[in-house]
């Protein structure tokens, strides 16, 4: 069985910054994409950041130059450093994990985390 477990949301002031972090824990071969998705109330699921395991990212144009993600390969953690938080950005924030091979049985298979809330507000 894999989980994704997730942290480090909260409420931040604008002008702030935050780190995300998600472990996928579980009998784990590999992952290919790790990423971050975000939905505000009433609204749809939108992609923050996606990394493959060789290191190439994407980012929506909306967190260019103030959000970095990374991961740690050896540890299949993915992390989200958010600088210069807007209250825009306030939504709950979920954890992927795209095309992971589970290391008895080989499927390959697409996760998610339970989210954890950011909040940007004085």
């Known amino acids: 069985q894999v989980q994704l477990v997730e942290s480090g949301g909260g409420l931040v002031q604008p002008g702030g910054s935050l780190r995300l972090s998600c472990e996928a824990r579980?009998?784990?071969?590999?992952?290919?994409?790790m990423g971050w998705y975000r939905q505000d109330i009433g609204k749809q699921r939108e992609l923050v950041a996606t990394i493959t395991s060789g290191g190439s990212t994407t980012y929506a144009d909306s967190v260019k130059g103030r959000f970095t993600i990374s991961r740690d390969n050896a540890k299949f953690t993915v992390y989200l450093q958010m600088n210069s938080l807007k209250p825009e950005d306030t939504a709950v924030y979920y954890c992927?994990?795209?095309?992971?091979?589970?290391?008895?049985?080989?499927?390959?298979?697409?996760?998610w985390g339970q989210g954890t809330q950011v909040t940007v507000s004085s």
């Open positions: 992927n994990a795209d095309r992971l091979r589970e290391r008895v049985t080989s499927r390959i298979r697409n996760y």
């Open positions: 579980g009998s784990i071969f590999s992952i290919y994409v």
